[in-house]
């Protein structure tokens, strides 16, 4: 019998970047732990369908250098902090000047702040579940703490640009914690974009903490390049009366993944996860999803929509799970996806798991191509075909980017949607 494939020892030995020693010790921590961890395979339930496309060579260990210039594909209309390979640059970031709200690089943190993050670091995540997440854990160079003090509002979003530059193989550990005081207010949007053409790895970890009625936006743009895995995991974790709202935008990669775990643990508390992602040529895009309904009186709502053309393949696992004491839960599911070609792939597989009875749930999930009834409806109309095909295809997510609640955001996903368009649609 073939035995199975570990991680290589290659991807144990974080150099470069100075950290305080907290997180230092829990890095390497992390990293004895990893020592010999088997890499996921077919029989490995929550990568059945992505194992094949993980590829981590030993010059993919090798940490990209955090130099040079970077770049945006945003017209960002607020405060910026500037991600290059896994580490902060300041002097391409903007940062607010308002009380009660501090942005700090895990480089510039006190032995006793840091020590107090490395306490709370993967507090958020099912690390057993999320297997990658880990493998980030030992390997962060630099990352970014965002502390809201209670009743701080951010008065514009933060957008938190990471760049990766590909001119060698090598790969980048970006890291950020957010912890939302009692009823403080914060839109982060993170935007992940990529120069150069050699194969990288990106792995990629954002935690959320919300006390007591915090109310928190994250958006997620991924825009990396062909030669970009990107390996992404956003855990949460809610109290009472919170609220986090979600917004992913992907596009896809050689492989793209991204597992995001909401935990609502405090009575009241509520969470709003939407997701968009298309897929062409013979790229792949991973979605995981799980939220733990802990305490009773929650309520979540999620809706992901897939769009795959020509021999690509999209997958959607979503789970939710109401635990015995979440009574008076409240939660909905939906994934629909549509299949441009015969030659594209899309799986999904929705999960629900109750342990309470009194609760009120749904969960649903479709697959299927674009309507040839409407399809000549429009064109019987004077629309040429393409335009026809670009209409409902918009149509089947426009709803989703519409949710966004960021202009800039909303206009670069546009955008990068037509081109999708472009490509897939040829004039008929």
């Known amino acids: 019998m073939k035995p199975a494939p570990t991680l290589s020892s290659a991807f144990l030995h974080p150099v470069g970047h100075s950290l305080p020693e907290p997180l230092v010790a829990l890095r390497k921590q992390r990293g004895t732990a990893l020592v010999d961890m088997p890499l996921p395979t077919r029989k490995t339930e929550n990568w059945k369908y992505s194992s094949k496309y993980l590829k981590l060579t030993d010059e993919m260990a090798i940490a990209l250098p955090a130099e040079g210039k970077t770049g945006s594909s945003l017209a960002v209309p ?123 790895m990106v792995n990629t970890v954002s935690e959320f903490t919300l006390a007591d009625g915090a109310n928190v936006t994250s958006i997620r743009l991924n825009m990396e390049g062909e030669n970009v895995q990107h390996i992404g995991a956003t855990g949460v974790r809610q109290q009472r009366s919170s609220r986090f709202e979600s917004h992913c935008v992907g596009f896809g990669g050689p492989l ?25 040529g013979k790229q792949h895009y991973d979605n995981h999803t799980t939220i733990e309904h802990i305490a009773a009186h929650c309520n979540s709502e999620e809706t992901y929509r897939n769009i795959a053309a020509d021999q690509s393949h999209a997958i959607f696992n979503g789970r939710i799970h109401i635990h015995q004491d979440a009574q008076k839960s409240n939660a909905d599911m939906n994934n629909k996806n549509l299949l441009l070609s015969n030659g594209a792939e899309i799986d999904t597989k929705p999960e629900l798991e109750i342990y309470a009875d009194d609760v009120k749930c749904a969960h649903g999930a479709t697959i299927g191509q674009l309507d040839e009834a409407s399809l000549f409806y429009l064109v019987s109309r004077g629309i040429a075909r393409r335009e026809a095909n670009v209409l409902l295809t918009m149509a089947f997510i426009n709803e989703l980017v519409e949710q966004i609640p960021v202009a800039a955001v909303r206009e670069t996903a546009q955008t990068r949607l037509n081109q999708f368009f472009d490509q897939t649609f040829e004039e008929a």
């Open 78 to 200: 607020g405060y910026k902090v500037a991600f290059l390979n896994g580490v902060m640059i300041p002097e391409a970031s903007e940062y607010p000047d308002l009380d009660g709200i501090t942005i700090q690089s895990f480089d510039d943190l006190r032995d006793d702040e840091a020590a107090e993050l490395a306490d709370r670091l993967d507090s958020t995540l099912d690390n057993n579940a999320v297997q990658m997440a880990r493998l980030n854990s030992a390997r962060f160079e630099d990352g970014l703490l965002i502390r809201l003090s209670p009743d701080a509002v951010l008065d514009q979003p933060l957008f938190i640009v990471h760049e990766v530059t590909a001119d060698a193989s090598g790969s980048a550990f970006p890291r950020i914690f957010v912890d939302a005081g009692r009823h403080s207010q914060i839109t982060l949007v993170e935007e992940y974009i990529s120069s150069g053409s050699e194969p990288v």
């Open 256 to 280: 793209r993944r991204h597992d995001l775990q909401v935990r609502l643990e405090g009575e009241g508390a509520e969470c709003k996860l939407n997701g968009v992602v298309v897929t062409q």
